[in-house]
């Protein structure tokens, strides 16, 4: 998968907050439907999962079917009570995995 994948985190937070993630990330999705100039079907390529954890808890999780655009973005909110890493982590059809972290810290 060529797949580039952004996101953004506020860099610090009070304990009890509520903060907004935002995520997009490159990908052609393309759904298995569509056919090539030559008429032959082009093979489904899709982002098929994708999750966030927060210091290894889960935050958000969703799985993706053909019908989502390219170029898939979220936006989610999470409550951060201390210190540490989001990862997030998405899966393509072919078992690819693409992942990024980005740390937060307390005010």
Known sequence: MAAKPRVKVPKSAAAGDIITLKTLI??????GQRKDGDGNVIPRDIINKFTCTFNGQPVFSCDLDPAVSANPYFEFKAKINEAGTFTFTWVDDAGDVIETTQDIALK
């Open 26 to 31: 490159s990908h052609k999705m393309e759904s």
